[in-house]
């Protein structure tokens, strides 16, 4: 059978190291980034470059998003020069980036009213799983439109979830989030707390990690509270991003999270000190400095 041609749009580290995957296993690749260099290695691979969203679409059947905001999205989706324009009757649309859930619908039923179908398709796991096929997929949208594109994401993860109606997806991605990044600003607080009251870290973390606080997220506060090593891949700015995402998917359901408010509070906080771009667990550094 023969490969859906494939238009990729965000070539940062996941999107640049999913397209190599692709590339590797035989897909014809068109592909669209601000970064020329990311796009010169992509086509240095046999890609062909697009000057606009709008001739992507023109030439791909599946168009692929992995960019950083839903602000972004849309921009790429709308105007003359946008997807909107160009996709093609036929065509599906993944948005591989954490979105609003609200947004994402709204997208949606435009595609759908010129004939093209939409997946939302947040992601799990690395760039390095990226790169060999290996991330978990929260896929999201009409199942026949799924199905369609389900040997593509197959080739791109290793664990590819189904969750329903469009939009699922990025719910998902946003309560995972939500939790994820919670339980680590508030285990980097128990850390910094502790520092502060003459409790040595790695005591702490031999008690709690011999019980049910243990997880990842319990060693990734560690290495830095403790050893003073980032290694959670994931920059606090993202982390404060989601959270806002969160709250607004909170909002339009007409519901409060006092627990999200807090954890947006503590990371627009660390964001305001200058470790935006840091990984999530220095937050310890804003929480030991942090006065009444």
Same mark, same amino acid.
């Given at each position: 059978?023969?490969?859906?041609?494939?238009?990729?749009?965000?070539?940062?580290?996941?999107?640049?190291?999913?397209?190599?995957?692709?590339?590797?296993?035989g897909?014809?690749?068109?592909?669209?980034?601000?970064?020329?260099?990311?796009?010169?290695?992509?086509?240095?691979?046999?890609?062909?470059?697009?000057?606009?969203?709008?001739?992507?679409?023109?030439?791909?059947?599946?168009?692929?998003?992995?960019?950083?905001?839903?602000?972004?999205?849309?921009?790429?989706?709308?105007?003359?020069?946008?997807i909107?324009?160009?996709?093609?009757?036929?065509?599906?649309?993944?948005d591989?980036?954490?979105?609003?859930?609200?947004?994402?619908?709204?997208?949606?039923?435009?595609?759908?009213?010129?004939?093209?179908?939409?997946i939302?398709?947040?992601?799990?796991?690395?760039?390095?799983?990226?790169?060999?096929?290996?991330?978990?997929?929260?896929?999201?949208?009409?199942?026949?439109?799924?199905?369609?594109?389900?040997?593509? %994401?197959?080739?791109? $993860?290793?664990?590819?979830?189904?969750? &329903? +109606?469009?939009? /699922? =997806?990025?719910?998902?991605?946003? !309560?995972?989030?939500?939790?994820?990044?919670?339980?680590?600003?508030?285990?980097?607080?128990?850390?910094?707390?502790?520092?502060?009251?003459?409790?040595d870290?790695?005591?702490?973390?031999?008690?709690?990690?011999?019980?049910?606080?243990?997880?990842?997220?319990?060693?990734?506060?560690?290495?830095?509270?403790v050893?003073?090593?980032?290694?959670?891949?994931?920059?606090?700015?993202?982390?404060?991003?989601?959270?806002?995402?969160?709250?607004?998917?909170?909002?339009?359901?007409?519901?409060?999270? %006092?627990?999200?408010? $807090?954890?947006?509070?503590?990371?627009? &906080? +660390?964001?305001? /000190? =200058?470790l935006?771009?840091?990984? !999530?667990?220095?937050?310890?550094?804003?929480f030991?400095?942090?006065?009444?």
């Amino acid at each position: 059978m023969t490969k859906p041609v494939i238009g990729f749009i965000g070539l940062g580290l996941m999107g640049g190291n999913m397209v190599e995957n692709l590339q590797n296993r035989g897909y014809e690749l068109n592909v669209m980034d601000l970064n020329k260099d990311a796009v010169a290695a992509c086509v240095a691979r046999g890609a062909k470059e697009a000057k606009t969203a709008k001739e992507l679409a023109e030439n791909s059947d599946i168009v692929m998003l992995c960019l950083t905001t839903s602000a972004v999205v849309e921009k790429v989706v709308y105007g003359d020069e946008g997807i909107l324009a160009g996709i093609k009757e036929g065509a599906t649309l993944i948005d591989f980036g954490t979105s609003i859930p609200a947004s994402t619908r709204k997208i949606g039923e435009e595609l759908a009213a010129r004939g093209a179908g939409m997946i939302d398709a947040p992601l799990g796991r690395t760039p390095a799983h990226a790169k060999d096929g290996l991330l978990n997929i929260m896929a999201a949208g009409n199942i026949d439109t799924f199905n369609k594109v389900k040997p593509v %994401l197959d080739e791109q $993860g290793e664990n590819v979830f189904h969750l &329903g +109606a469009l939009g /699922s =997806g990025h719910v998902t991605k946003l !309560v995972n989030n939500f939790m994820g990044m919670t339980t680590v600003a508030t285990m980097s607080q128990a850390f910094a707390i502790a520092k502060l009251a003459g409790v040595d870290g790695q005591q702490l973390f031999d008690i709690m990690s011999a019980g049910p606080s243990n997880s990842p997220f319990m060693q990734f506060c560690k290495f830095y509270a403790v050893d003073g090593e980032e290694k959670l891949g994931f920059s606090i700015a993202n982390a404060n991003k989601d959270l806002g995402y969160f709250l607004e998917m909170v909002s339009d359901l007409g519901t409060e999270s %006092l627990i999200a408010e $807090g954890t947006s509070k503590s990371l627009q &906080g +660390a964001v305001d /000190s =200058g470790l935006a771009q840091n990984d !999530v667990p220095v937050i310890f550094d804003y929480f030991t400095q942090l006065k009444k």
